[in-house]
């Protein structure tokens, strides 16, 4: 069961009724900073708390004293708090996320001091404003003039290492640094975190990725993401993430390749479920798992009717990927590839009744019969 954690409540309620935070922090008589840090509290003085219920219309005096008889609430200690982002961005792996889960990790970092860099990839000119975006959260939860934003070519790592202790004796909060051109990006991530450290600010690296699936000539291929090859260097020394853009190009790409190389999600699910007894639930907590963690997901409602026991039965279409022509026509090809899977639910129960996984082409060939 998940902890209860009263300052993350008072933030969805925040969200819920209010414009912005800083229109919260004007009622509730307080900076913005200071009311950013109430968000990452896991307890509150009782006046402060009692104002936030007025304001709130919501009895969190209440809920707090039966999650604590309960032993339901967090205990975030200062360690955990500075070393991890533990609400947004599990560290067990690199994930990728779209614009507006984007801001939401931003935000959470910048609520807390934190020992390690934030490291963000995007890819380029349909992320063109996330350092504008990155900025602008920073000055909202610090003040004007609390984010310093620096922009950062190869040629110019040594010069800025040299700078770096200059740097953390500035009186900005917050320093985001936007990286580009770069064949790698371990001296980056290394210096930033160098200024976390040394400053305690918060150091935001922003990196550009031109992801790609290219062919070798041996016919070979691969993927190429200097966001994969970092996280696999500094997933332990820093926070990183990949910001996606709304055409989900990140996600689709890094699914692309796997659906290639024969491994993608609906292959992983197909391979779990095949001759297993208890299928149906094997196949629903799969599906849950991949609506979760992959963000090219969609599962769609083709039809409903009722079946001879008068039940409402919903026929589902789940596809992980929607290929481009270009793809489509690669030499490796992908069409053969599983890349969907149809199933039948019992709408009332969540019952699954049957399923089929698909490849592209077959999926093709069926739309255009039902169309005729």
Not at 63 to 70: A, H, Q
Not at 85 to 103: A, N, R
Not at 344 to 350: D, L, Q
Request: aromatic share 8%; glycine share 4%.
């Amino acid at each position: 069961m998940e902890k209860y954690h009263i300052g993350q409540e008072i933030l969805k309620e925040v969200k819920a009724k209010y414009p912005s935070v800083a229109a919260f922090a004007r009622e509730l008589c307080k900076s913005n900073s200071a009311t950013y840090e109430i968000f990452g509290k896991t307890s509150l003085d009782t006046d402060l708390l009692l104002k936030v219920s007025q304001l709130l219309d919501r009895d969190f005096f209440r809920e707090f004293s039966e999650k604590c008889l309960n032993g339901e609430v967090a205990v975030v200690d200062k360690q955990t708090a500075e070393n991890s982002i533990s609400l947004l961005l599990p560290e067990d792996k690199l994930h990728t996320l779209l614009p507006s889960q984007t801001m939401d990790v931003v935000e959470e970092y910048l609520l807390m001091p934190r020992k390690k860099p934030l490291v963000v990839f995007y890819c380029g000119v349909r992320s063109r404003n996330l350092p504008h975006f990155v900025c602008k959260k920073g000055e909202e939860i610090y003040g004007k003039g609390m984010v310093r934003r620096i922009s950062l070519n190869p040629i110019e790592l040594m010069r800025f290492e040299l700078g770096v202790m200059s740097l953390a004796k500035m009186p900005q909060k917050v320093v985001v640094i936007r990286c580009t051109m770069a064949r790698d990006y371990n001296t980056h991530v290394l210096i930033a975190e160098i200024l976390a450290q040394e400053s305690g600010k918060h150091v935001v690296l922003l990196c550009l990725d031109p992801i790609h699936i290219p062919t070798l000539p041996n016919g070979r291929v691969v993927l190429k993401s200097l966001a994969l090859s970092t996280f696999n260097s500094w997933n332990q020394r820093a926070h990183i993430f990949i910001a996606d853009d709304i055409e989900k190009r990140f996600a689709y790409l890094i699914e692309l390749f796997h659906a290639i190389k024969g491994k993608g999600y609906m292959d992983r699910i197909y391979d779990s479920i095949e001759d297993n007894e208890n299928w149906a639930d094997t196949l629903k907590d799969l599906l849950e798992e991949a609506k979760q963690n992959l963000t090219t997901f969609e599962d769609i409602v083709l039809e409903g009717s009722n079946d001879k026991g008068n039940r409402q039965v919903e026929y589902h279409q789940v596809s992980t990927i929607q290929p481009t022509v270009n793809d489509l026509n690669r030499p490796e090809g992908i069409s053969h590839i599983r890349t969907h899977l149809r199933y039948r639910m019992i709408k009332e129960t969540g019952e699954i009744l049957e399923y089929e996984p698909m490849s592209f082409d077959k999926v093709k060939v069926m739309n255009n019969t039902e169309d005729m």
